[in-house]
């Protein structure tokens, strides 16, 4: 049984959410395709150059991101607070961006009208308002443009992505680190690379990148390629940082990375990253998530009990992804 897009993403339940979209006929379209004898490689940057635009004008951050030879893996949070602080010029020059102004708008701009204009622009303000934090509206904006240009160098048209995204919706701490983690951990998983700062065009390669050119030179901050959502610098977490630091995070991901590569069975190294511990995450079943289709969940992760609240909001006493999540987060 399929569900509404508004109510598989439901803000009031989390803002964080993990995205894949996939090319046509799995396709090897943003890579080497051997069946038609191309090399598509240099379109990952249009990705990065297409989410680095898009932050100029949604409320919506990327916390973790991976893009392979035919999809591509994104963490998102969206930030509803933000949205809701902009003025209504602001929000205006923000779709500005993307889209062509309303008539409408164009009108109250110039202050003619009268009050009858002045209500409707405002009233469709709020509405761009509404779409500049809604995931869809993101998704649509980066896959369309991304389809066009691809059927423009190819000469082509028709269907570039093999339908609309897919979306997973991250219900707590524990949620979130494994989705990151799946998704920076992506090229070493399909055996593109060895180790995650050899895997270019994810987030972790992005992140150890801009830690080696902070070491060679020392107060110059670099461009960041794709703007990401910073980690929890101290004990005390802001609003936005992510909950846990970014040392953790790179022994988690070093940890994970070198256990599915070893593809040991049955044993785990004891000196497992503490965060698992912190988390209440097993080990074992961490490693197993990490693998080759680990990612087992379908439209929400988290523990036990959220996943639970989560199928009761969408009226079902059921919802896949129960048993793993049993197994991976221990109880508290």
């Given at each position: 049984m399929g569900y509404a897009?508004?109510?598989?993403?439901?803000?009031?339940d989390t803002t964080y959410y993990h995205v894949m979209a996939r090319c046509v006929r799995r396709a090897w379209l943003w890579g080497f395709d051997e069946y038609a004898g191309k090399d598509y490689s240099h379109r990952k940057q249009w990705v990065v150059q297409?989410?680095?635009h898009l932050a100029n004008s949604f409320a919506i951050d990327v916390c973790a991101y991976a893009i392979m030879a035919n999809h591509y893996h994104l963490v998102l949070n969206v930030d509803r607070n933000r949205a809701a602080s902009w003025t209504r010029d602001e929000v205006v020059t923000r779709w500005a961006a993307l889209f062509k102004i309303p008539v409408v708008i164009q009108q109250w701009q110039q202050r003619t009208g009268g009050d009858a204009v002045r209500e409707k622009a405002e009233a469709k303000i709020e509405s761009l308002r509404r779409r500049l934090y809604d995931i869809s509206s993101y998704m649509a904006c980066l896959n369309?443009?991304?389809?066009?240009?691809?059927?423009?160098?190819?000469?082509?048209?028709?269907?570039f992505w093999e339908g609309r995204f897919k979306s997973q919706a991250l219900l707590d701490e524990p949620a979130l680190i494994t989705a990151m983690a799946y998704v920076d951990l992506n090229p070493v998983r399909a055996g593109v690379v060895a180790t995650p700062e050899e895997s270019e065009f994810t987030s972790i390669y992005q992140r150890l990148a801009a830690i080696a050119?902070?070491?060679r030179a020392p107060g110059v901050i670099p461009e960041p390629i794709v703007p990401l959502v910073d980690f929890r610098s101290d004990e005390a977490t802001t609003a936005k940082a992510l909950p846990f630091t970014l040392r953790d995070y790179l022994m988690l991901l070093d940890w994970s990375g070198r256990a599915i590569r070893a593809d040991k069975r049955g044993t785990i190294d004891a000196r497992a990253p503490p965060i698992l511990d912190r988390l209440?995450?097993?080990a074992y079943a961490w490693t197993t998530a990490m693998r080759p289709h680990g990612n087992v969940f379908g439209r929400a992760l988290g523990q036990l009990d959220r996943l639970r609240l989560h199928a009761k909001?969408?009226?079902?006493?059921?919802?896949?992804g129960i048993a793993e999540?049993?197994?991976?987060?221990?109880?508290?």
């Open positions: 897009r508004k109510m598989l993403i439901c803000l009031d297409r989410l680095r369309a443009h991304l389809a066009r240009r691809a059927n423009t160098e190819d000469r082509c048209t028709g269907r050119s902070d070491k209440k995450i097993d909001m969408l009226g079902q006493s059921w919802i896949k999540a049993r197994r991976l987060y221990r109880a508290a």
